[in-house]
């Protein structure tokens, strides 16, 4: 006997243990836009100018999709910006996916190239700096989405960042003792600091985990990309997240109580004061000691392997 949808009483097609809710494919849909409602109205965010980053994944399609459904309630104009990383067919497929699907739903979009900012594409940056994939192309992407933001007045960047994401990266700080990975990033809001030409951050979806970003996208036919980047294999990163399958067997809700517990020791606990300065190559902030930030270094060091 399937379960029935708590909200209608009709046969549900999901079920979500930590809710312990079951739902059908309309009352799902609801479920999961009002939680991205709520955690952004709990967090103080009250609107503004928004880009939002889309890589073609499940996450930040469903994030665009779903903002631009909720724009009027949370009071924002959105603009996506795709970045052409470059990354053989994985690049190709994640951008055609992005242009197609914007047009379709009729959000403003436009699409740049790596190369135009760091004169290389991603596996060519890989190769000369011989650096894992995953952190230079981090760099690299934060660095172009604040670029783009500060020079078209966006108030904040939305990223597709979700519970699997947050939680293993708090579970590998807490493995490999990075304090400093503890108390910092991945707030739910990160307001602006112009004066550094910092863009303000939100990550909406930092209570929904990937399997519901997925399933959101699939009951409303939003194509996404489903492979994963070809650089990105075998990473650390991917290992650690494995972890949490047995974990959320044990207690379903485990992701989401480490989340919350490691927010609220940092609220109890003094941040340091972190030195920011502004590169002396582009202008951005930087916490580097010698005034240069990582997207510049990194720029440096390929210019000196021609
Ligand atoms: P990642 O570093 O791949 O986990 O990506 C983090 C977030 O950055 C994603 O959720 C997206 O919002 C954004 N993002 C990733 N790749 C791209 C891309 N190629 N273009 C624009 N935004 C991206
Ligand atoms: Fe960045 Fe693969 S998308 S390394
Ligand atoms: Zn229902
Ligand atoms: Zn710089």
């Given at each position: 006997?399937?379960?029935?949808?708590?909200?209608?009483?009709?046969?549900?097609?999901?079920?979500?243990?930590y809710?312990?809710?079951?739902?059908?494919?309309?009352?799902?849909?609801?479920?999961?836009?009002?939680?991205?409602?709520?955690?952004?109205?709990?967090?103080?965010?009250?609107?503004?100018?928004?880009?939002?980053?889309?890589?073609?994944?499940?996450?930040?399609?469903?994030?665009?999709?779903?903002?631009?459904?909720?724009?009027?309630?949370?009071?924002?104009?959105?603009?996506?910006?795709?970045?052409?990383?470059?990354?053989?067919?994985?690049?190709?497929?994640?951008?055609?996916?992005?242009?197609?699907?914007?047009?379709?739903?009729?959000?403003?979009?436009?699409?740049?190239?790596?190369?135009?900012?760091?004169?290389?594409?991603?596996?060519?940056?890989?190769?000369?700096?011989?650096?894992?994939?995953?952190?230079?192309?981090?760099?690299?992407?934060?660095?172009?989405?604040?670029?783009?933001?500060?020079?078209?007045?966006?108030?904040?960047?939305?990223?597709?960042?979700?519970i699997?994401?947050?939680s293993?990266?708090f579970l590998?700080?807490?493995?490999?003792?990075?304090?400093?990975?503890?108390?910092?990033?991945?707030?739910?809001?990160?307001?602006?600091?112009?004066?550094?030409?910092?863009?303000?951050?939100?990550?909406?979806?930092?209570y929904?985990?990937?399997?519901?970003?997925?399933?959101?996208?699939?009951?409303?036919?939003?194509?996404?990309?489903?492979?994963?980047?070809?650089?990105?294999?075998?990473?650390?990163?991917?290992?650690?997240?494995?972890?949490w399958?047995?974990i959320l067997?044990l207690n379903p809700i485990a992701q989401i109580n480490l989340t919350k517990t490691i927010m609220k020791l940092?609220?109890?606990?003094?941040?340091?004061?972190?030195?920011?300065?502004?590169?002396?190559?582009?202008?951005?902030?930087?916490?580097?000691?010698?005034?240069?930030?990582?997207?510049?270094?990194?720029?440096?060091?390929?210019?000196?392997?021609?």
């Open positions: 006997m399937p379960r029935k949808c708590i909200v209608c009483g009709k046969d549900s097609v999901v079920f979500i243990p809710a312990r809710a079951a739902f059908c494919r309309e009352h799902f849909i609801s479920f999961y836009e009002r939680r991205i409602l709520k955690t952004l109205k709990k967090a103080k965010f009250d609107g503004g100018r928004v880009l939002v980053g889309v890589s073609g994944g499940k996450d930040s399609m469903a994030l665009i999709y779903a903002l631009n459904r909720l724009s009027g309630e949370l009071n924002i104009d959105i603009f996506t910006v795709h970045i052409d990383l470059g990354i053989y067919d994985y690049s190709k497929v994640s951008r055609e996916i992005v242009e197609n699907e914007m047009s379709r739903i009729g959000v403003k979009y436009e699409i740049v190239n790596v190369r135009d900012y760091l004169g290389v594409t991603i596996p060519e940056a890989v190769k000369k700096v011989r650096r894992p994939a995953c952190s230079v192309c981090g760099i690299v992407k934060r660095w172009i989405l604040n670029k783009i933001a500060y020079d078209n007045s966006y108030e904040y960047i939305a990223t597709g960042h979700n699997d994401d947050v293993t990266y590998k700080a807490l493995f490999t003792q990075r304090v400093e990975d503890l108390m910092r990033g991945h707030d739910i809001i990160t307001p602006p600091n112009l004066e550094y030409r910092m863009i303000g951050r939100i990550r909406p979806q930092v929904l985990s990937e399997r519901e970003n997925q399933l959101y996208c699939i009951f409303n036919d939003i194509p996404f990309v489903k492979d994963v980047c070809p650089l990105a294999r075998g990473a650390l990163l991917h290992k650690y997240k494995r972890l399958e047995d067997q940092r609220e109890k606990i003094p941040q340091e004061k972190v030195d920011l300065q502004k590169c002396k190559i582009c202008g951005f902030a930087t916490t580097s000691k010698d005034g240069i930030c990582a997207f510049c270094k990194l720029k440096l060091r390929i210019a000196e392997e021609r």
